[in-house]
């Protein structure tokens, strides 16, 4: 698929919303990560292929939901209650995938969005 197209983000202050996007494609496992610097990539949320499975990491677990578009090729990120330590560069990616297969580790997945800022202020 080639570099993904991400969208959204931004600065915000603690407890409120925002939306990450990005283009993904059929037959796709989608997931997202995030990075500070100085630290690894860490996973956040994934996606099955066309959407029946979904996974996330305990920190953020019952505030993002990850989903999918799959009429509109597009994949979301949806963040609410953020907190100062959600602040990071947030990454899409993607990987070629049968029906119900879930991603978490960063490796396995070939195609990335060039990144997008998230800020929490406290």
């Known amino acids: 698929q080639g570099q993904l197209v991400q969208s959204g983000g931004g600065l915000v202050q603690t407890g409120e919303s925002l939306t990450l996007s990005c283009t993904i494609s059929?037959?796709?496992?989608m997931g997202w990560f995030r990075q500070v610097p100085g630290k690894e990539r860490e996973f956040v949320a994934a996606?099955?292929?066309?959407?029946?499975?979904?996974d996330y990491a305990r920190s953020v677990k019952g505030r993002f939901t990850i989903s999918r578009d799959n009429v509109k090729n597009m994949g979301y990120l949806q963040m609410n209650g953020l907190r100062p330590e959600d602040t990071a560069v947030y990454y899409c990616?993607?990987?070629?995938?049968?029906?119900?297969?879930?991603?978490?580790?960063?490796?396995?997945?070939?195609?990335w969005g060039q990144g997008t800022q998230v800020t929490v202020s406290s």
């Open positions: 990616a993607v990987r070629r995938a049968v029906s119900g297969a879930l991603y978490t580790r960063d490796r396995e997945y070939t195609d």
């Open positions: 059929e037959w796709t496992a």
């Open positions: 996606i099955s292929w066309p959407g029946t499975l979904k």
